[in-house]
C-alpha cells in the first residue's frame, strides 16, 4: 500500500524559510516514480509547485510562482524528499500537498494534478506579513 506524508509545515514571517517533507512508503521498488508538490488555498484548484522524477532523469522543475525561491531535493532518509522554500511571501500560504505517481513527470503535469495517483493528506503553511 503506497502512503505520502508530508511534514514541516508551520508559521513564518515573509522574507523567511521552511523546509517541507515528503515521505514516501511502497514505491520503493519501482525503479523510479514522479513526485510534486501542489499547493491550494481555500476555493481556489491545486496549484502545481514542483516536480521531479525520482531517479533524477528528470530533474527538478519549478513553477513561475517559486522558480527561484524554491529547491526541491532528496532527503537524507530512504524515499523522502524535501521542498525548501525561501523568500517567502504571504501569497505562499497553502495547504501543502505532496503527490506521487507510477509514471514518468512531464512539466505540464503541474498543471494537471490529475495525473497523480497518490496524495498525502496535505500541511498548513502560513507566512506572515
Known amino acids: 500500500q503506497v502512503q505520502v506524508v508530508e511534514s514541516g509545515g508551520g508559521s513564518v514571517q515573509a522574507g523567511g524559510s521552511l523546509t517541507l517533507t515528503c515521505a514516501v512508503s511502497?514505491?520503493?521498488?519501482?525503479?523510479?516514480?514522479?513526485l510534486a508538490w501542489f499547493r491550494q488555498v481555500p476555493e481556489e484548484g491545486r496549484e502545481g509547485v514542483a516536480t521531479v522524477l525520482t531517479d533524477l532523469s528528470f530533474p527538478p522543475t519549478y513553477s513561475d510562482s517559486v522558480k527561484g525561491r524554491a529547491a526541491l531535493s532528496k532527503g537524507s532518509a530512504a524515499d523522502t524528499w524535501l521542498l525548501r522554500l525561501n523568500s517567502l511571501k504571504t501569497e505562499d500560504s497553502a495547504t501543502y500537498y505532496c503527490?506521487?505517481?507510477?509514471?514518468?513527470?512531464?512539466?505540464?503535469?503541474?498543471?494537471?494534478?490529475?495525473?497523480?495517483?497518490?496524495w498525502g493528506p496535505g500541511i498548513q503553511v502560513t507566512v506572515s506579513a
Open positions: 503527490a506521487a505517481t507510477t509514471s514518468s513527470c512531464y512539466t505540464y503535469w503541474l498543471k494537471d494534478p490529475s495525473r497523480f495517483q497518490y
Open positions: 511502497g514505491l520503493s521498488h519501482r525503479p523510479y516514480y514522479c
